[in-house]
């Protein structure tokens, strides 16, 4: 993504997909939408375009009825709810790609986190749903301390990863909004990784709030290619800040920012081209 900021204008945060982004679908009635998703899943899986599209008019009592309870099909693949403009993101298709960046991701902040002896302090939350008022969302990966500051809720992880394997930035720059703007300040973090869907290009970038404001400020960016057989790592090593993964101050030497080297990172970034052939 090319901007430094996500700011907070507007209403929700779905507000900047479009249909030049992804498929943007009208919900009309159960039957219609279960068609509908079908026809774009067909599409999607024969072509190079957005896992997601979008499905606008769910109100919050279709939300609750249809949705939200659904244990599988279409209504069950959404990953965000946007209350304020009744819209709901749809994942039409599980890329191996995107799936092996979360999973290898996760595997690399453990390992690091690990060499400090603090693996057993942090708790992944996956991919549980969060909800707030301004809407719903579940994040690729997420993590937080298992002891949190007195009056910290438990509702909320501290870093959240967030994985796109599209053309846009659109729907990163969506979930950055709703982290930091629906937890109130809880996020501390977001991690996005964008996969390019034509090239050995991979960009993560690492979001924040800044002078105590519910807007997204970018922090680090990360940038992962390959030119024939040379891979070359611009901006490394990712960093997260100690204090915003664990939510207290360092104690003992080897607590430290935990560091995402280049080694790991261009593990990462192979596995995923692998998988997509190029």
């Given amino acids: 993504m090319a901007l430094d900021n996500v700011d907070t204008a507007g209403r929700g945060f779905l507000g900047d997909l479009t249909p030049s982004v992804l498929p943007v679908y009208q919900y009309r009635d159960r039957e219609q939408l279960l068609n509908t998703v079908k026809q774009a899943v067909a599409t999607a899986s024969k ?8 499905i606008e008019h769910v109100n919050n009592s279709i939300f609750t009825s249809e949705f939200l309870p659904a244990e599988e099909g279409p209504f069950a693949s959404w990953s965000s709810y946007d209350a304020q403009l009744d819209r709901v993101l749809l994942r039409m298709v599980k ?8 999973e290898t991701f996760h595997d690399a902040l453990h390992d690091a986190v690990k060499s400090m002896g603090m693996d057993r302090s942090l708790r992944p939350t996956g991919s549980a749903t969060h909800h707030a008022a301004m809407g719903g969302k579940e994040a690729d990966k997420a993590w937080r301390p298992i002891r949190l500051p007195r009056g910290r809720s ?7 990863l967030e994985v796109a394997f599209s053309v846009s930035g659109a729907k990163l720059q969506s979930d950055i909004r709703y982290w930091l703007r629906a937890s109130g300040g809880d996020v501390k973090v977001v991690i996005t990784l964008q996969i390019d869907q034509h090239s050995p290009n991979i960009t993560i970038e690492r979001w924040g709030t800044q002078d105590n404001t519910p ?8 940038e992962i290619s390959r030119k024939g057989s040379k891979i070359t790592t611009k901006g490394s090593p990712l960093v997260i800040e100690f204090e915003k993964l664990f939510l207290r101050s360092p104690a003992e030497p080897r607590e430290r920012n935990i560091h995402i080297d280049d080694g790991d990172l261009q593990f990462l970034a192979e596995s995923v081209w692998d998988l997509q052939g190029i």
């Fill in 154 to 160: 438990k509702d909320w992880p501290s870093v959240v």
């Fill in 47 to 54: 072509a190079t375009t957005s896992e997601w599209c979008l």
């Fill in 215 to 222: 807007a997204g400020h970018l922090y680090q960016t990360v």
């Fill in 95 to 102: 890329s191996k790609a995107h799936e092996t960046a979360s």
